[in-house]
RNA sequence: UCCCCGAUAGCUCAACCGGUAGAGCGAGCGGCUGUUAACCGCUAGGUUGUAGGUUCGAGCCCUACUCGGGGAGCCA
């Protein structure tokens, strides 16, 4: 079978004066009587299709009048350039044919909630935001592959089914392999460090799954997670790759797809920031931080323009109540009543940012040295700073076996955690590998693991053992950050989150 | 596992002190030759999440449960 359509929508700007056909869905329609606007989507854009009475059979006129909302249809017409229309271009139409009908699309123009839209996901595919962050999703991934095979880096699949602990026993999904328990892979990491020693510097990407009880903005229990993994590198050395290959992400999305971010109404002044050098924290220069006058008075402050934001919608609610106590037209009244619904819906937000900031601060005031830093003081590190920051030298206990103990201070790791700007949080966590087999036979021990089941991975201590790390970015919460997203849910195409599979 | 919030028309939300449940969108019909989530008129659409309780009377108060949202811990 041939492609019905002639054309696609993104190839309207290069046949202006010409006569095309489109092939697509109805995305929305506005009728004037005599004349009909057709908004058509075909996966490469937004088309506005012009439909003039006596330009097409009066059936055919009459037939597009009523067509509902998702239908698919064929039309053929005359591009024109005009400022009025989506895109820039629209079509006169001359010819249509429907080619499927529909009736009663659930999911309308107007807004919807997010368990509504979830229940819908294969057709919530088809709106825009969706299909603006997905469009971003495929040049993230593709700027991931692209970076690493253009720099000598040689990709390495890592098995899903795994026998050994990455990072936390409780966080593995265990299956049942032929009998055998067998448990689903958190990271590909201490098998691809073997294949670093063969390559020297190696990556995997594929799928994650984490069996953690999170039921926060940031979690999904399956995600995918881009590792590389180098030979013969130090802790130095893996942050200017991480903040090359973060900013090589972020150009190549503002690069290719501009138009989605304005679209989703991302930061794009704030994205063009992102290159090298990104900020360098330790862990202990972010517990002064979190813990001192500085956070303290960015709190506070926080929490004044929060209670102003608050009392600014209180008082627009309060007007627009006011006015609905005079005698007005029927139509003034639905307005406002429609207006008050926003103002509430943006007060509960502000209200529950309000709810809190106080505890958050008080989170980050008792903080500890010595305990990992949480979700909220991530955010706080992260909303004081216009670029990523790295936070290194994590009190070794807090974290992996894995990592390399830092030689000048045996108290911390040699590892980092990227935190994107303005709030958005972790992206990157990474370290650099214990190379010692002695020290990581001890550290094993300690964790309580078999060193029976890491024999292999001892192995590469014992033969020629180099320095080496990497890091693991999760794609979806890199999606989230670039494309202002609020939730990862809406970054991957079929979510799985804690006790919630949708379909 | 813990804390907070919620559940009313297909969807998003109103309903003051407890007194017969209302809008917009969507659907259907009609009007309008440049609309931008178009607009205007009419029509249809409800066992207020479930089970109890208090009351002359419960969408509203109380108890339990179910489901959903946000957050903590943990993490990419």
């Known amino acids: 079978m041939t492609n019905q359509a002639g054309t696609y929508i993104e190839q309207l700007k290069d046949n202006v004066g010409k006569q095309v056909k489109l092939a697509g869905w109805l995305y929305n329609s506005r009728s004037s009587g005599k004349v009909q606007f057709l908004i058509i989507r075909d996966g490469t854009g ?16 009459e037939q597009l009048r009523h067509l509902g909302q998702e239908s698919s249809l064929a039309v053929t017409g005359l591009v024109r350039a005009d400022e009025r229309s989506v895109g820039g271009y629209e079509l006169a139409v001359t010819a249509a044919e429907v080619i499927g009908r529909t009736e009663g699309y659930p999911i309308t123009p107007k807004s ?9 996901r294969h057709l919530h595919f088809r709106s825009q935001r969706q299909w603006c962050i997905g469009r971003v999703r495929h040049t993230v991934i593709d700027a991931i592959r692209r970076f690493f095979n253009d720099n000598g880096y040689v990709l390495i699949d890592t098995p899903i089914f795994t026998t050994i602990v ?8 265990e299956v049942d392999y032929f009998g055998e328990p067998l448990h689903l892979t958190q990271t590909g990491q201490l098998y691809l460090e073997s294949a670093a020693m063969s390559f020297g510097r190696v990556y995997c990407f594929g799928p994650t799954f984490r069996a953690e009880k999170s039921k926060t903005r940031r979690h999904l229990t399956e995600f995918w997670m881009v590792e590389p993994e180098v030979a013969f590198i130090d802790l130095d050395g893996l942050l200017e790759l991480a903040e090359n290959f973060v900013s090589y992400i972020v150009a190549r999305v503002l690069a290719d797809n501009r138009s989605e971010l304005e679209t989703l109404g991302s930061d794009i002044e704030s994205l063009e920031k ?21 956070t303290v008075d960015f709190m506070a402050e926080q929490l004044r323009q929060l209670r102003d934001q608050r009392q600014r919608a209180k008082g627009g609610i309060a007007e627009l109540e006011q006015q609905l106590t005079g005698s007005l037209k029927q139509w003034k009244r639905d307005k406002i009543a429609a207006e008050l619904i926003e103002l509430r819906a943006d007060l509960a937000e502000t209200n529950t940012k309000i709810e809190n900031n106080p505890k958050h601060a008080e989170l980050a005031a008792g903080f500890r040295w010595g305990k990992d830093l949480g979700g909220s003081d991530e955010t706080i590190i992260s909303q004081m700073h216009d670029k990523p920051v ?12 894995y990592m390399k103990t830092d030689r000048a201070d045996e108290k911390v790791a040699l590892n980092f955690d990227l935190l994107a700007p303005a709030g958005f949080g972790e992206i ?10 002695d020290r990581l036979l001890a550290r094993i021990k300690q964790e309580g693991l078999n060193p029976e089941t890491y024999a292999w991975y001892l192995d590469l201590r014992k033969y020629g053992s180099v320095p080496h790390g990497g890091f693991g970015l999760g794609v979806e919460r890199t999606v989230a950050w670039i494309t202002a997203e609020k939730h990862i849910r809406q970054c991957i195409p079929f979510p799985r989150m804690m006790d919630k599979v949708y379909i």
């Open 46 to 61: 937004l088309c506005q299709c012009v439909v003039e009475k006596g330009k097409v059979p009066d059936d055919v006129f």
């Open 112 to 120: 919807h909630g997010v368990d509504f839209l979830m229940r819908h």
């Open 166 to 173: 990455g990072e936390d026993q409780t966080s593995l999904f």
């Open 274 to 294: 992102m290159t090298p050098p990104f900020y360098r924290l330790t862990y202990t220069e972010a517990v002064e931080i979190l813990t001192g006058q500085r």
């Open 390 to 401: 790295f936070v290194t030298h994590y009190p070794k206990d807090a974290k992996a076996f």
């Open 428 to 437: 990157i966590g990474g370290s650099v590998r214990e190379d010692d087999h």
